[in-house]
């Protein structure tokens, strides 16, 4: 018997405002997608436009970022000076490319910027004392931090003491007392008067250079070249790519296709990616996690080099090196996944999260973390034993803050850090089973149990197997560049007929399936059960992903197939409104919103 494997939500119902309705509509949009781009966050025109703006336009002033004035006084005091700079970036994809932005940007104007990336297992993560000894035995006098250094407090005094000023450049939670740097460049700041605070570290440091080459000649066009760096970290971070963030993307995959910097352009060879292919699934699976391979199992400064080279003899050399640490990678975290399901399946219950540790490598422990909570929907946190320590990373799911969270565990920690979606932790081992117990009664609090255990998958669109065709993908892909906050969109495509099915290499399951006249194909990755389970002839709702491929010579459209149900499934699914019937298409606007715009 078919049953599907995810519960579905469908959208809910939305009353749309009329002049947003009709730009929309006005910008080629249909009314079922107007309504999709409302529950994206483009809830007015304001928004519209900024989401259909031309090719690098849609950014804000960097000016309005918080201590703007003060990061640019002090750079230029600097320069004046000719004092030297240590930068000082995260470990991760997002550091590292922050890093790599930063220093371009400040060699750009004439100051000698040395890079610095702590060790993940001797350092951790926020600015380190090692690095403020690094500074003082190499005269740096001035440090700059980028996707870190928010909760440096102690840090922070302690290079002030030296002589030694700090700029924080970051994007994580401040603490109610934060360091007394020489700026604090956070747009989470209580008095931020930044329009978009989801900026990656990344993001932040792409701002950061923008505004300090504003004035050079090419200098807005140069900062426009880091955007490539701001795009691979924010999609690293998992950062929403709506607003600015998008901006970013947009540009910086364009960047990449046309002109990539040396290091890229070596991964990019090594596999097998041509540069105009990428996009942001190339970035996420491709890119990142190569960057993020040389800090989880060996030198994260290598990445760093990578990313600032210019010479594309070392960019291979480099490459090929972080290119054998991610096949490391791949195995450790492999290992560490098959015992950290091995404990949970030995623990009784089913708690409202993943609390879980064991012996594991400290680079892979945010991997499996984000697996966890992939595959089980609830928040994940998984840590490793260091010598009476417990370091941890933590990955949400449903929504669950992670950040408020371990705030209200701070008693218990030595030092967190993090954001809503991704946080960390280190705290004595004696104190793990208290910090559980609270975790999961935050957890329980927050995220009641659902009656169906099943993980969640949102319906973006609900349409019949007639509305499936190029001028419909052709609207979804202005969309893109998709991702966190902004997914490729899912769509339940309704009574669709199976007349073919067989497993495919892999464990993959390919459908050839009737609508109407016409039929489509289908692939459903890792789903060889339903091999088992579908026949022939069976009537069935998808809910798959639109996409295009090619085979000998031609081009055809293919639905990625994510979960099956019967026919009829779609229209009963969850959702916290009926969604209503529009121009024939379940889209979950409010037909009253058309009222005076047709």
């Given at each position: 018997m078919i049953e599907p494997r995810f519960r579905w939500r469908r959208p809910s119902t939305v009353r749309l405002d009329a002049a947003f309705l009709a730009a929309t509509i006005a910008a080629g949009f249909s009314d079922r997608v107007a309504a999709l781009l409302h529950s994206r966050g483009v809830t007015d025109v304001v928004a519209l436009e900024a989401f259909i703006a031309p090719l690098g336009e849609g950014f804000h002033d960097?000016?309005?970022?918080?201590?703007?004035?003060?990061?640019?006084?002090?750079?230029?005091?600097?320069?004046?000076?000719?004092?030297?700079?240590?930068?000082?970036?995260?470990?991760?994809?997002?550091?590292?490319?922050?890093?790599?932005?930063?220093?371009?940007?400040?060699?750009?104007?004439?100051?000698?910027?040395?890079?610095?990336?702590?060790?993940?297992?001797?350092?951790?993560?926020?600015?380190?004392?090692?690095?403020?000894?690094?500074?003082?035995?190499?005269?740096?006098?001035?440090?700059?931090?980028?996707?870190?250094?928010s909760s440096s407090v102690a840090e922070v005094a302690e290079a002030a003491r030296r002589g030694i000023d700090v700029i924080v450049t970051d994007h994580h939670r401040l603490p109610p007392d934060p360091p007394r740097a020489a700026a604090l460049v956070n747009p989470h700041r209580a008095d931020s008067r930044y329009p978009d605070p989801r900026l990656a570290g990344s993001g932040v440091a792409f701002k950061v250079a923008q505004l300090l080459l504003r004035d050079l000649p090419d200098g807005p066009e140069a900062a426009l070249r880091l955007a490539a760096l701001a795009t691979i970290g924010t999609v690293a971070d998992v950062a929403p790519i709506i607003g600015e963030n998008r901006?970013?993307?947009?540009?910086?995959?364009?960047?990449?296709?046309?002109?990539?910097?040396?290091?890229?352009?070596?991964?990019?060879?090594?596999?097998?990616?041509?540069?105009?292919?990428?996009?942001?699934?190339?970035?996420?699976?491709?890119?990142?996690?190569?960057?993020?391979?040389?800090?989880?199992?060996?030198?994260?400064?290598?990445?760093?080099?990578?990313?600032?080279?210019?010479?594309?003899?070392?960019?291979?050399?480099?490459?090929?090196?972080?290119?054998?640490?991610?096949?490391?990678?791949?195995?450790?975290?492999?290992?560490?996944?098959?015992?950290?399901?091995?404990?949970?399946?030995?623990?009784?219950?089913?708690?409202?999260?993943?609390?879980?540790?064991?012996?594991?490598?400290?680079?892979?422990?945010?991997?499996?973390?984000?697996?966890?909570?992939?595959?089980?929907?609830?928040?994940?946190?998984?840590?490793?034993?260091?010598?009476?320590?417990?370091?941890a990373s933590c990955r949400s799911a449903g929504g669950f803050d992670l950040a408020a969270a371990l705030a209200d565990c701070t008693d218990l920690f030595i030092r967190h850090g993090g954001h809503p979606g991704a946080a960390g932790f280190e705290l004595a081992s004696d104190h793990w089973d208290a910090f559980r117990e609270r975790f999961l009664a935050l957890v329980t609090a927050a995220l009641p149990p659902a009656s169906d255990?099943?993980?969640?998958?949102?319906?973006?669109?609900?349409?019949?197997?007639?509305?499936?065709?190029?001028?419909?993908?052709?609207?979804?892909?202005?969309?893109?560049?998709?991702?966190?906050?902004?997914?490729?969109?899912?769509?339940?495509?309704?009574?669709?007929?199976?007349?073919?099915?067989r497993a495919a290499n892999g464990g993959h399951a390919q459908l050839t399936l009737r609508k109407r006249v016409e039929v489509i194909d289908g692939i459903a990755f890792g789903r060889a059960d339903l091999v088992e389970v579908v026949r022939e002839g069976d009537r069935l709702d998808v809910l798959a992903r639109l996409v295009t491929r090619r085979f000998g010579g031609y081009e055809s459209l293919q639905l990625e197939i994510r979960d099956v149900a019967p026919a009829g499934y779609a229209a009963t699914a969850d959702g916290a409104g009926d969604p209503t019937p529009v121009a024939g298409v379940a889209t979950g606007l409010d037909p009253t919103a058309l009222a005076g715009i047709r």
């Amino acid at each position: 018997m078919i049953e599907p494997r995810f519960r579905w939500r469908r959208p809910s119902t939305v009353r749309l405002d009329a002049a947003f309705l009709a730009a929309t509509i006005a910008a080629g949009f249909s009314d079922r997608v107007a309504a999709l781009l409302h529950s994206r966050g483009v809830t007015d025109v304001v928004a519209l436009e900024a989401f259909i703006a031309p090719l690098g336009e849609g950014f804000h002033d960097p000016a309005l970022l918080p201590d703007a004035d003060r990061l640019v006084a002090r750079i230029e005091r600097a320069r004046r000076a000719d004092e030297k700079v240590l930068v000082f970036g995260d470990f991760d994809a997002d550091g590292l490319t922050g890093l790599a932005i930063m220093v371009r940007a400040l060699r750009r104007i004439g100051l000698d910027a040395e890079p610095y990336v702590p060790s993940r297992l001797e350092e951790g993560h926020g600015l380190s004392l090692r690095a403020v000894d690094t500074a003082e035995a190499t005269g740096r006098s001035l440090v700059v931090t980028v996707d870190t250094g928010s909760s440096s407090v102690a840090e922070v005094a302690e290079a002030a003491r030296r002589g030694i000023d700090v700029i924080v450049t970051d994007h994580h939670r401040l603490p109610p007392d934060p360091p007394r740097a020489a700026a604090l460049v956070n747009p989470h700041r209580a008095d931020s008067r930044y329009p978009d605070p989801r900026l990656a570290g990344s993001g932040v440091a792409f701002k950061v250079a923008q505004l300090l080459l504003r004035d050079l000649p090419d200098g807005p066009e140069a900062a426009l070249r880091l955007a490539a760096l701001a795009t691979i970290g924010t999609v690293a971070d998992v950062a929403p790519i709506i607003g600015e963030n998008r901006a970013i993307a947009r540009v910086g995959l364009d960047r990449i296709a046309r002109a990539p910097l040396p290091g890229l352009t070596a991964l990019l060879a090594l596999a097998g990616v041509a540069p105009e292919a990428v996009d942001l699934e190339t970035v996420a699976f491709t890119i990142a996690p190569r960057l993020n391979a040389a800090g989880r199992v060996g030198d994260a400064t290598e990445a760093a080099r990578l990313l600032l080279t210019d010479d594309p003899a070392e960019a291979a050399l480099l490459a090929e090196r972080l290119q054998a640490a991610n096949l490391v990678r791949r195995e450790m975290t492999r290992t560490a996944m098959v015992e950290a399901q091995a404990v949970l399946a030995a623990e009784p219950g089913d708690p409202a999260a993943t609390v879980v540790r064991g012996d594991w490598p400290v680079g892979v422990i945010g991997l499996v973390a984000g697996r966890l909570a992939e595959e089980r929907g609830r928040p994940a946190v998984v840590g490793t034993e260091l010598d009476g320590v417990v370091r941890a990373s933590c990955r949400s799911a449903g929504g669950f803050d992670l950040a408020a969270a371990l705030a209200d565990c701070t008693d218990l920690f030595i030092r967190h850090g993090g954001h809503p979606g991704a946080a960390g932790f280190e705290l004595a081992s004696d104190h793990w089973d208290a910090f559980r117990e609270r975790f999961l009664a935050l957890v329980t609090a927050a995220l009641p149990p659902a009656s169906d255990p099943r993980p969640e998958l949102r319906v973006d669109l609900v349409v019949p197997g007639s509305a499936v065709d190029y001028a419909f993908l052709a609207e979804l892909r202005r969309l893109d560049p998709t991702g966190p906050g902004n997914p490729d969109p899912l769509i339940a495509v309704e009574d669709l007929t199976v007349t073919r099915i067989r497993a495919a290499n892999g464990g993959h399951a390919q459908l050839t399936l009737r609508k109407r006249v016409e039929v489509i194909d289908g692939i459903a990755f890792g789903r060889a059960d339903l091999v088992e389970v579908v026949r022939e002839g069976d009537r069935l709702d998808v809910l798959a992903r639109l996409v295009t491929r090619r085979f000998g010579g031609y081009e055809s459209l293919q639905l990625e197939i994510r979960d099956v149900a019967p026919a009829g499934y779609a229209a009963t699914a969850d959702g916290a409104g009926d969604p209503t019937p529009v121009a024939g298409v379940a889209t979950g606007l409010d037909p009253t919103a058309l009222a005076g715009i047709r």
